[in-house]
Structures are given as structure tokens and as C-alpha cells.
Antibody, heavy 113, light 109 residues
Framework: EVQLVESGGGVVRPGGSLRLSCAAS????????MSWVRQTPGKGLEWVSV????????AYADSVKGRFTISRDNANNSVYLQMNSLRAEDTALYYC??????WGQGMLVTVSS | QAVVTQEPSLTVSPGGTVTLTCGSS?????????PYWVQQKPGQAPRTLIY???NKHSWTPARFSGSLLGGKAALTLSGAQPEDEAEYYC?????????FGGGTKLTVL
């Protein structure tokens, strides 16, 4: 059974940094691309970033480009999202997602002074 | 980045059929956009119903199907059930970046 478990969320001040982690199990992790998606409470889904199977190709939404970095560790079946220069508008529930459409339960990130 | 468009809201009668569509500002949607359809109910995590245009997961009810229709991606629900009332999002791939549509609120009434 595919399982994706996010961690690392919390409250951070504007301008601060946070690193989200996603621990994957139930599939051959290194065979699949992984993504991060976020959702502001009461709003729609926003795709954030994707990383290919071995980490040498990434893509970002314009809203986070230059501030967020996606990475992965295939030895530890984990994908990460390093979030720098955080803004109030980055406040959201962040989901880890596997290629093919499997989702974690989400991790709340709140950017507030 | 591209803009992905969906109907803001649709209503279907129980047992009825409805088609949700997903268009792209860059032109016709093709299989190379690898369309996904994601269902989300209030308070729940998203759940993917369709990926890569028409592929279903084990949990996808048979009444849902994905296709390309008139230059758009389409999700057809045949035989709507009350539990199908939800928000539906499409996701398109643009050779790297992905973009979600704004979602369609489907009411079964």
C-alpha cells in the first residue's frame, strides 16, 4: 500500500525558512517522480514543484521559483521541500504526491508574525 | 505559466450524466498534457480519479471516465450518485511545470 507521510510544518515568521519532508513507502520510490501541491484553506489546489526519479530535473510554479527547492533521497525514500523567504501567502496545507496520483494527508504551514 | 480553465460549477440529477471539461490557454489539450482528474470533498485530502487522460485507480468508481473531447480533457460521470458531490480539479503537465484548473463544484441534485 502506497503511503506518503509529510512532516516539518508549523508556524514561521515572514522571511523565515522551513523544510518539509515526505516519507514514502509501499512502492519502489526511485522509479517515480514526486511532487508538492498546496492548498490555502477554502481555496483550490496549487501545484508547487516536481522532481524526477533521480533528482536531476525539477520544475517550480512561478509563485515559488527562486525561494523553494525540491530534493529527494532515494536511499531513504524521502522527498523534501526547502522553503525560504516565506510570505504570508505561502500559508497553506502542503501535500506530497506521487506520480500517478497518490497523495499524503497534508502538512499545515502558517506564515505569520 | 499557462492557465487551465474549468466550469466553476455544474449540477447533475441523481442517475444523470455530466461532463466536466478542462481547457488550456496554450491551445488544445492532448495526451501529452497527461491530464489528471482529482476529486476533493470538504475536509478531506484530494483523491485522484483519473491520470494520464483515461487511466483509473482501483478506487475509481466505474461510472467515472476520462477522455479528450473537442480540444479539452473531459471527465464524464454516468449515473451520478449523491456521494459524487464534490470539487473536481484537473491538472495538466507542460513539459515540466504542472498547472491545476480552478476546480468545478459538482452538485448532485
Amino acid at each position: 500500500e502506497v503511503q506518503l507521510v509529510e512532516s516539518g510544518g508549523g508556524v514561521v515568521r515572514p522571511g523565515g525558512s522551513l523544510r518539509l519532508s515526505c516519507a514514502a513507502s509501499g512502492f519502489i520510490f526511485e522509479d517515480y517522480e514526486m511532487s508538492w501541491v498546496r492548498q490555502t484553506p477554502g481555496k483550490g489546489l496549487e501545484w508547487v514543484s516536481v522532481i524526477n526519479w533521480n533528482g536531476d530535473s525539477t520544475a517550480y510554479a512561478d509563485s515559488v521559483k527562486g525561494r523553494f527547492t525540491i530534493s529527494r533521497d532515494n536511499a531513504n525514500n524521502s522527498v523534501y521541500l526547502q522553503m525560504n523567504s516565506l510570505r504570508a501567502e505561502d500559508t497553506a496545507l502542503y501535500y506530497c504526491a506521487k506520480e500517478g496520483g497518490y497523495w499524503g494527508q497534508g502538512m499545515l504551514v502558517t506564515v505569520s508574525s | 505559466q499557462a492557465v487551465v480553465t474549468q466550469e466553476p460549477s455544474l449540477t447533475v440529477s441523481p442517475g444523470g450524466t455530466v461532463t466536466l471539461t478542462c481547457g488550456s490557454s496554450t491551445g488544445a489539450v492532448t495526451s501529452n498534457h497527461y491530464p489528471y482528474w482529482v476529486q476533493q470533498k470538504p475536509g478531506q485530502a484530494p483523491r485522484t480519479l483519473i491520470y494520464d487522460t483515461r487511466n483509473k485507480h482501483s478506487w475509481t468508481p466505474a461510472r467515472f471516465s476520462g477522455s479528450l473531447l473537442g480540444g479539452k480533457a473531459a471527465l464524464t460521470l454516468s449515473g451520478a450518485q449523491p456521494e459524487d458531490e464534490a470539487e473536481y480539479y484537473c491538472l495538466l503537465s507542460y513539459d515540466g511545470p504542472r498547472v491545476f484548473g480552478g476546480g468545478t463544484k459538482l452538485t448532485v441534485l
